[in-house]
């Protein structure tokens, strides 16, 4: 079993930067998927951002192309998003989600993670 904990969310004005964090324990292998998903009220949960932790490989959704960036640190068994440039359309419950075992190989839809954290809320206000 794999726990995922998020932090980092808050209220922002448009235009700042937040970056949140995702920190994994229990089994996690070197080979790992990890994403950000996020979710606004009435809409899916949508794929932001990807990361094949073995690799570095990352994958990053068009609607946040060149404003979002996702990193980690092994040592820390920890994922990052970077989120700057932000616009009110970027308010959303964020969530972290984690596939053990496994690389990723495009930017993943939600049906592919096992495991997902309790989400870490973003406000951004115009």
């Known amino acids: 079993q794999v726990q995922l904990v998020e932090s980092g969310g808050g209220s922002v004005q448009a235009g700042g930067s937040l970056r949140l964090s995702c920190a994994a324990s229990g089994n996690t292998y070197s080979k790992n998927c990890m994403g950000w998903f996020r979710q606004a009220p009435g809409k899916e949960r949508e794929g932001v951002a990807a990361?094949?932790?073995?690799?570095?490989?990352?994958y990053i959704a068009d609607s946040v192309k060149g404003r979002f960036t996702i990193s980690q640190d092994n040592a820390k068994n920890t994922v990052y998003l970077q989120m700057n440039s932000l616009k009110p359309e970027d308010t959303a419950m964020y969530y972290c989600?984690?596939?053990?075992?496994?690389?990723?190989?495009?930017?993943?839809?939600?049906?592919?993670?096992?495991?997902w954290g309790q989400g870490t809320p973003v406000t951004v206000s115009s």
């Open positions: 990361i094949s932790t073995g690799t570095g490989t990352t």
């Open positions: 989600a984690a596939r053990s075992g496994s690389h990723c190989f495009v930017l993943p839809t939600p049906s592919y993670f096992r495991h």
